[in-house]
């Protein structure tokens, strides 16, 4: 075996990646290497390499955190995966298995948690470390690139819909169908939820109808919030807010029916203005979600498994990542792009 992998490598905050050799990881006790065949490149890679959050990853880091590909190594005492399974590296790396919210089964806010492609080396490399205890596990038939966006945007919109508590018949608005909203529209339609797909983006929004949203709404054409609330009928059970920028937020809380709850899984830097009294007058939930637990990523697997969600992807080599990383800033990847380890490098 090589000694060396290519790797995409973020040495400073807001430059492009590095491409280089990397020596490949040996898994230590506990531990388990995985040989890359697919990474999906989300949204949050962005945020990472910016820096834009207030817990910044430690330089240099690899991201990535839609890692899919085949267990080729196993550390001392690893007995829950076998070598030449297919598993997936997701966000959510590790968690303490003993706190509260481990305890819960909510390890996805374990103060231990460790994230992928951010506290940890992530997938946009040609080897992975991980730990076999909070890997996903991709069921059958289900190929690695299709795959690689359900292990983030997949099951952070499932879980995110679900916890709306929007019921089958009833409407669910999820703003911004780029990455996560693409299949957040998939899911809600497989969950039997009406759905009004809102985003910037004429082109994301004539997708998102082909993919069976209900109703489209341009958030940057006349009165969103008002548009919305016609359409259905005096705002929208459950509302998902996957949209990377903070007016999405507030138009969002004011799209939501009394009683209804708004879901924020969207994570650009800084604040919203919350109407207070609407929410409170209204008995209005708002709610944060963060990517889903190991049995929802079952779950979200399951619906990908099964032919009801697929994931719309755009194959590149891993060579591509800066020109990827800039098209996605700009809001110029239609849905996902995949990287393919499978694609000759240039
Ligand atoms: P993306 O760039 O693929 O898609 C974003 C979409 O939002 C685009 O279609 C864009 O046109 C649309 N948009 C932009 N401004 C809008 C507005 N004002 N109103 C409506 N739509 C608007 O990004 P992505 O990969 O889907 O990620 C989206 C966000 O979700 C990012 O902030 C990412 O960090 C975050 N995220 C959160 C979690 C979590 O666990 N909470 C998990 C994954 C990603
Ligand atoms: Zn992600
Ligand atoms: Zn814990």
Redesign the pocket.
């Known amino acids: 075996m090589n000694k060396t992998m290519q790797a995409a490598v973020v040495e400073q905050f807001g430059q492009p990646l590095v491409i280089k050799a990397c020596p490949i990881p040996t898994p230590g006790p506990g531990q388990i290497l995985v040989k890359t065949e697919a990474c999906g490149v989300c949204h949050t890679d962005l945020h990472a390499m910016h820096g834009d959050w207030q817990l910044k990853p430690a330089l240099p880091f690899i991201p990535g955190h839609e890692g899919i590909g085949i267990v080729v190594a196993l550390g001392a005492g690893v007995t829950s995966v076998r070598e030449g399974e297919r598993v997936g590296v997701p966000w959510l790396y590790s ?5 509260e ?2 305890l819960a089964a909510w ?1 996805t806010v ?4 460790e994230f992928g492609g951010y506290t940890k080396n992530g997938g946009f490399a040609e080897y992975i470390l991980a730990d076999p205890n909070y890997v996903a596990h991709i069921p059958e038939g289900l190929s690695a690139v299709d795959a690689a966006p359900l292990i983030c945007a997949g099951v952070t919109t499932y879980k995110g819909i679900k916890e709306t508590a929007a019921r089958p018949g009833q409407w669910i608005v999820i703003s911004g169908v780029g990455g996560l909203g693409h299949l957040a529209v998939q899911y809600a339609k497989a969950m039997g939820l009406l759905v009004c797909a809102v985003d910037i983006d004429d082109g994301k929004l004539a997708h998102a109808t082909k993919l069976g949203a209900d109703v489209v709404v341009n958030a940057k054409k006349g009165d969103a919030v008002e548009a919305v609330r016609l359409a259905t009928d005096g705002g929208a059970h459950g509302v998902l807010i996957t949209a990377p920028s903070l007016i999405a937020f507030k138009q969002g809380v004011g799209m939501t029916r009394k009683r209804g709850t708004c879901v924020l899984v969207g994570l650009p830097p800084g604040e919203f203005p919350t109407p207070l009294f609407d929410v409170v007058a209204n008995c209005i939930t708002i709610r944060g979600s963060f990517v889903g637990t190991r049995q929802d990523m079952n779950e979200a697997l399951a619906f990908g498994a099964s032919g009801k969600v697929k994931a719309v992807v755009e194959l590149q080599p891993l060579s591509a990542i800066n020109q990827i990383l800039g098209r996605l800033e700009k809001g110029e990847v239609p849905s996902r792009v995949v990287i393919d380890f499978s694609l000759a490098a240039g």
């Open positions: 968690a303490c298995g003993h706190c919210h481990c390890e374990c103060a231990e948690a």
